[in-house]
């Protein structure tokens, strides 16, 4: 994850968690437990499987870009099952949570905090060797994994891996138990200034320590996730391929020279339909980033074109308004998108996805644009290389909005399709 709220928050792997729940949080939860009950209703809790491979897993999701800044999923762990709000990251592995071991330091998260199984993960198990970055690294204790997870904004979480059990609602009616390897985080350094109200992150990437990966590995799902967000807030995540057909994605291959991301590889920007000059993007898909980020020389390029098509529009801009770095206003607040839409220009990346052809993500202002609380228009993209970034340029959930987004790690392709979010799939029925 290079998560964020604002500008703030950006992180390598994960993000931090908060003082306490947000009111805007809280409200989400409560208004959609309608949702996760309707979802409880469609997977049932059968206790044997009938090709699991078959079937996927779905989870409600909740928040929002803005202005919660965070999503979260509900996750059920330990004997018995105790709920647990965490980030999904697809730009981390890893799947921790805030933990009693006792806890060094901890943050208040919406839950009290995990308490570990006894059974540890040994230091030589190849899931502990997946989570260092030298095949030397050092075992204090040979029958304990120690992790370290460090991020980008200089904060970092310290921790145990523990087996545990994880509770699953498959979407052929079955309810399974799988016995998973997870993060109890008993040190975290957090070097924002605000934090998400959550207990963990559930860690969606692409390494065998990833709950997707070990799930495929043990015959559950196969190795595919995915994700919905609403425009309005909310949306879902799912594991495994059974909810879409893929004839409707649009795909395109995941670099194989960049293996710790979901990276599309190299894309050209565009606005508007015509070339910007920005070509040669490295592009990555990190549902744990609030906003999108180019590089330095893209952005400028970017701001310069955009500040252009906007010359001798009703807009001024908003110096006073520091919600983002850039922020227009108009001659009365603006109270959605809609109002302002017809101002800007479409953008989109092109990837060449190795088949002779190109695969192309759009962007409609819906998918860079926010309102502030002011009634001002600001630009959800920012600049990376600010921020730590290097030559990385992410997708971040403003412009996944309203598109599912696919992660295939079995086929290696990475797909996207417009979609309804606000609603979970039908059970035994392709979503797109």
């Not at 437990?33 to 309707?38: A, E, H, N, S, Y």
């Not at 207990?199 to 590995?217: A, P, T």
């Not at 206003?329 to 190109?358: E, M, T």
Request: aromatic share 10%; proline share 6%; hydrophobic share 35%.
């Amino acid at each position: 994850m290079w998560g964020e709220k604002g500008m703030a928050m950006l992180a390598l792997m994960g993000v931090f968690f908060g003082l306490s729940v947000s009111t805007s949080a809280s409200d989400t939860h409560q208004q959609q437990q309608r949702w996760w009950k309707k979802s409880a209703m469609f997977y049932g809790s059968s206790s044997s499987a009938v090709n699991p491979l078959r079937s996927s897993v779905v989870f409600p999701i909740y928040g929002n870009v803005y202005p919660d800044g965070f999503y979260y999923v509900q996750l059920d762990v330990g004997q018995p099952p105790k709920p647990y709000f965490l980030d999904p990251d697809t730009g981390s592995d890893l799947t921790w949570l805030q933990c009693d071991a006792p806890c060094v330091r901890c943050t208040k998260g919406a839950h009290p905090l995990y308490r570990p199984s006894k059974d540890r993960v040994a230091c030589r198990d190849p899931l502990c060797a997946s989570l260092h970055s030298s095949p030397d690294y050092q075992c204090d204790d040979p029958l304990q994994c120690d992790y370290e997870v460090e991020y980008a904004d200089g904060g970092s979480s310290l921790g145990v891996l523990v087996n545990d059990s994880v509770f699953l609602n498959l979407t052929s009616g079955v309810r399974v138990s799988s016995r998973l390897a997870i993060g109890c985080g008993y040190d975290q350094i957090p070097a924002a200034s605000s934090y998400p109200p959550l207990d963990g992150v559930l860690g969606l990437g692409r390494g065998n320590s990833s709950i997707v990966s070990q799930l495929s590995n043990q015959g559950t799902v196969r190795n595919v996730v995915g994700h919905c967000l609403s425009g309005r807030g909310g949306g879902f995540l799912f594991f495994g391929e059974g909810v879409y057909d893929s004839s409707r994605v649009v795909w395109t291959s995941m670099s194989r020279d960049y293996p710790k991301h979901y990276s599309a590889g190299f894309a050209e920007l565009t606005l508007g339909g015509k070339a910007t000059g920005v070509k040669k993007l490295l592009v990555d898909f990190d549902s744990g980033s609030s906003y999108t980020y180019l590089n330095s020389q893209a952005y400028q390029t970017f701001i310069s074109l955009l500040r252009k098509e906007l010359s001798g529009k009703p807009l001024k801009e908003a110096v006073d308004d520091q919600t983002l770095p850039e922020c227009w206003k108009g001659k009365k607040p603006f109270k959605s998108i809609h109002d302002v839409r017809k101002y800007f220009k479409p953008l989109a990346l092109s990837f060449s996805n190795g088949l002779r052809s190109r695969s192309r993500f759009e962007l409609p202002p819906e998918s860079y644009l926010i309102i502030s609380p002011k009634g001002n228009v600001c630009l959800g993209i920012l600049n990376g290389t600010e921020v730590g970034l290097q030559n990385h340029n992410i997708i971040g959930d403003i412009s996944m909005q309203d598109k599912m987004v696919i992660y295939d790690n079995e086929k290696q392709l990475i797909g996207w399709a417009s979609a309804s979010c606000n609603r979970l799939p039908s059970p035994n029925s392709y979503f797109v």
